[in-house]
């Protein structure tokens, strides 16, 4: 693979207009078709949970009563009356009928209950609230339907009515704001600290802004076709452009070592892609197989997030083998930059090269030296951030944890306090009589034995469906939708429907938003186990084919299992228990969202094989050249310490940029992918992994004869890409384009040995 990569980098090189055009070409045509396709979208909604018992009820709803939008999405509309007034006052009475006259002639609605003729107000008739249910679902409604209910509240506050709105008709698609974009201008910043050069450090920005926004556009206009939930863009934002970044800085620092050792652009670029995009192939393979394989627990909403960001990360690893290159072609020698120390712990190329000792080459010579201590420290440390993990508990953002000022917040607030947290998340309880039973008594007995359990504020009578074999009754409870008691009520009620049926011969099934909520997080949690050991099974494999060791893997296993489980406790740590909210913002504490461990596991797979390649080739590459393991270990350090620290802060700092979003989900998203990079990358990968290799010695690169045999050469440190110059230099006649302008200038007469080959 490396020799195949090192030719795609030097016909890169050399055919870099060409290479450049059809990226361009490339962005373009996809954007053509995002802007066609995402028009009009007649995909299914994707919110399904084949195999649960709420997602079985609300299939039975759909064919029972056809008439019943029972999975459109739904907005409440709250009303409070001024000071002294009530809405029954005539005032205020006028403005809420024209309110509810104006819902029921928005876009998509299909009835919208007027709540004074449904008696739904407070003791002191001061609130009401409006259930307002639309004819399609929640990733259906369109930004008319949207403007128009914002309309109808913006009317009635107008006519002096306060007016808050909830529900998830009323949900806006996650955007990037400004604050977000902070942690891409950080990362801008950390490249040319690292880099020492404007030049090189707009390469990997560059690179990042072609792939990622191919791979976004290409989700765009799938989402024409196939509905996608609205976290797979987002995450695919999230991830792509971390790791575009991080690609894009391996293959530019290897090329500066492979100018400050002497070797001419074309084939500096050559062997960059050869060797440090071996690498990057092998991790880019990692995190696409582990999203990807998201799609074997068959639940939607992952196979959605997770083809998603596999395409987009497919997408950035080849810009990073093709485009790089091409760039690289334009640059010339001007990635150079100014020689020297930056900050302390960056420096220039002639960092790798032997002729200074580096922050990491200390660093590494320090664990190495007290191998045992670092390794218990290590451990300890991981052990301790994971101890709030046993804690965790899984669950679905609701309006409850909106930021405070945001109406749905309010919208939530003020029905909880007049008429109980239990009215923001009913239960559906779905009665099944068959063809021949009676489902009004059914309904009934169940209604009765519903309303003798803890945590129910009330049961509504039963309502038949016109073939009069189904009933539905509607269960508010004591807690909120997220409450921990109201989780204990749904295993309650269903924990007893054998009785009804016993009695009955009638079937009793629990539905509505909040049930299903609750059986995804619990289908979360179950799938969590089986999806975790699937990859750590992988990992097991692809580092045992990528580094020809068997204690290696294993060691990679354990380091990545600590840095889940530390990862976890840190956020139930502030999520959860709400530890340091003076600090992060965060007072409101509420359950995890379900999906964020199944794609923390995913995800940090992938970024912890990022760190695991591109610091144990190196190793492993001064190993096999006759180095002795502790100094392996060094000279690894030596080479990849400083550019894994730069793309461990870019990718902390694109995450911490999410952190800074309103809402919760993209918060809870890049304080996990943040706080996963900082534990993996510089607690495993750069404290426990070398003293574990320390202690280990010769025996971690320890293979079985048969299983060095049978096992096919990887070659991921990049050997195939370093052949005799005459062996891979390209023919005299091949056609090279002029180097630019700047490829030689002051800055190679800086470098030490600057034209000369390697011995």
Do not use: C
């Not at 806006?172 to 950080?186: A, C, D, K, N, Y």
């Not at 440090?276 to 639940?299: C, D, E, K, P, Q």
């Not at 694109?654 to 990358?681: H, I, K, N, P, Q």
């Amino acid at each position: 693979m490396a020799t195949l990569l090192y030719r795609v980098g030097r016909w890169s090189f050399r055919r870099r207009r060409l290479v450049l055009s059809l990226w361009i070409a490339v962005l373009v045509a996809v954007g053509g078709g995002a802007a066609a396709l995402s028009e009009d979208s007649t995909a299914v909604g994707s919110s399904a949970l084949p195999g649960t018992e709420s997602q079985r009820a609300l299939d039975l709803l759909k064919e029972r009563f056809p008439e019943q939008p029972v999975d459109g999405a739904s907005a409440r509309v709250v009303f409070v009356a001024p000071d002294g007034e009530t809405l029954r006052d005539k005032g205020p009475a006028a403005t809420l009928e024209q309110v509810i006259g104006a819902l029921r002639d928005a876009p998509q609605v299909a009835h919208a209950v007027d709540p004074i003729e449904a008696g739904v107000l407070s003791e002191d008739r001061r609130v009401a609230y409006s259930e307002v249910t639309y004819s399609v679902p929640g990733d259906k409604v369109t930004d008319a339907a949207r403007t128009a209910l914002t309309e109808a509240a913006d009317a009635g506050r107008e006519g002096g009515l306060a007016v808050e709105v909830g529900g998830d008709a009323l949900e806006p698609q996650p955007e990037m704001s400004v604050l977000e974009i902070v942690g891409v201008v950080f990362a801008g910043f950390v490249l040319v600290v690292a880099l020492g050069s404007v030049i090189a450090a707009g390469l990997p920005l560059l690179t990042a802004f072609v792939g990622v926004g191919v791979g976004l556009l290409a989700i765009t206009a799938v989402s024409g076709l196939v509905t996608l939930n609205r976290d797979a863009a987002v995450l695919a934002l999230m991830l792509g452009l971390a790791v575009s970044i991080d690609y894009a800085l391996f293959i530019v620092m290897r090329y500066r070592s492979e100018l400050v050792a002497g070797r001419e652009p074309e084939d500096a670029a050559g062997r960059a892609t050869g060797t440090a995009g071996s690498a990057v192939v092998f991790a880019g393979l990692t995190v696409i197989i582990a999203l990807a394989g998201l799609a074997v627990l068959n639940i939607p909403l992952l196979t959605e997030d997770g083809l998603a960001a596999a395409g987009t990360i497919a997408v950035v690893v080849l810009v990073a083998l093709t485009l790089m290159p091409a760039l690289l072609g334009f640059a010339g020698r001007r990635v150079l930059g100014r020689q020297g120390r930056v900050l302390g712990i960056f420096r220039g190329p002639e960092a790798g090269s032997g002729t200074g000792r580096t922050a990491g080459q200390r660093w590494a010579e320090l664990v190495t030296r007290r191998p045992l201590a670092m390794l218990l420290l290590a451990v300890v440390t991981l052990g301790a951030m994971a101890v709030p993990a046993a804690d965790l508990r899984l669950g679905i953002p609701d309006d409850s944890t909106a930021a405070e000022h945001t109406t749905q917040r309010k919208a939530y607030d003020l029905i909880a306090d007049n008429f109980g947290p239990g009215v923001n998340g009913p239960l559906i309880a779905v009665v099944d009589a068959g063809a021949n039973g009676d489902p009004e008594r059914a309904a009934e007995q169940a209604r009765e034995l519903i309303r003798k359990l803890p945590d129910v504020a009330d049961v509504a009578p039963p309502a038949v469906n016109k073939q009069g074999n189904t009933a539905l009754l509607q269960i508010v409870p004591d807690s909120g939708p997220a409450s921990e008691d109201t989780e204990n009520l749904v295993a309650a009620i269903r924990e007893r429907t054998e009785a009804v049926e016993k009695d009955t011969d009638a079937t009793l099934h629990i539905t509505g938003q909040t049930a299903m909520d609750i059986d995804s997080s619990d289908r979360m949690g179950e799938a969590l186990l089986p999806y975790l050991a699937i990859i750590v099974g992988l990992a097991l494999v692809l580092l045992l084919l990528a580094f020809r060791s068997v204690l290696v893997p294993v060691k990679a296993a354990i380091g990545y299992l600590l840095t889940v489980a530390a990862t976890f406790g840190a956020v139930v740590a502030i999520f959860q228990w709400g530890w340091l909210s003076a600090v992060t913002g965060i007072e409101d504490t509420a359950p995890i969202y379900s999906l964020m461990p199944i794609l923390l596991v995913g995800m940090s797979f992938g970024l912890a094989m990022d760190y695991q390649v591109f610091l144990v080739s190196r190793m492993r590459e001064e190993y096999a050249h006759g180095a002795a393991p502790t100094e392996a270990i060094v000279g690894g350090f030596r080479h990849s310490a400083r550019v894994v620290t730069a793309a461990a802060i870019i990718m902390i700092s694109v995450f911490l940029g999410f952190f800074l979003s309103e809402d919760l989900s993209l918060r809870l998203f890049g304080f996990t992918l943040a706080a996963a990079v900082l534990f993996d990358a510089f607690v495993v990968r750069m404290t426990l992994m070398p003293a574990a290799m320390a202690l280990l010695g010769r025996s971690v690169w320890w293979l079985p004869g048969w299983l060095d045999r049978v096992l096919p050469n990887a070659d991921i440190e990049g050997a195939g890409a370093r052949p005799d110059d005459e062996a891979v230099a390209a023919p005299e006649s091949e056609a090279v384009e002029e180097p630019v302008a700047g490829t030689v200038g002051e800055d190679e007469r800086l470098l030490p040995g600057a034209g000369e080959r390697r011995p």
